[in-house]
């Protein structure tokens, strides 16, 4: 690999919120470089959780987020002919991405709404531990759990 690694980009936090969590949350849901419409469904999505919760929309994306993070995900790694599936530990900003992915996959599958009710209601599933993101973190630790006996094999 000639030349070393590529800087990380520092982003701004967005600008209501003033949150960087936030920011990268839109960043993601961001299609073909329109962040003023990914800002809107993200503040619309806000808007929704604020009034059929009565809660802080900061505090509901936060717990949700927290509530999907994974702490282990399994890796493919071919050792001698075959193909291992290997349970890693998940830190930082892959967990927080992996949310994200997930959060946003899960209402984008729901069908028959704005995509600003769609994430605001799996936000809210999230939040509460349902839903298909929190589906997806158990079938995801399940997998790991099933290949605990190849935790020897990382590196």
Known sequence: MRGGKTPKRKINPDP???SLNIAR????????GKKS?????IYG??????????????????????????EVEVKSRRIGGGNY????????ERRQALAFRWI????????GAPMA??????????????GAAIKKRQDTYKMAEANRAFAHFIR
């Open 85 to 92: 599936q290997i349970p890693v530990a998940v830190v930082g």
């Open 117 to 130: 009710q769609k994430l605001a209601d799996e936000l809210i599933a999230a939040y509460n531990r349902e």
């Open 104 to 111: 946003i996959g899960a209402a984008s599958a729901r069908k």
């Open 25 to 32: 949350f839109i960043n993601q849901v961001m299609r073909a």
């Open 45 to 70: 999505c806000f808007a929704i959780i604020k009034e059929k919760t009565k809660k802080d929309p900061l505090e509901i994306f936060e717990g949700a987020m927290k509530n999907v993070g994974p």
């Open 16 to 18: 209501k919120y003033r």
């Open 37 to 41: 419409t990914a800002q809107s469904v």
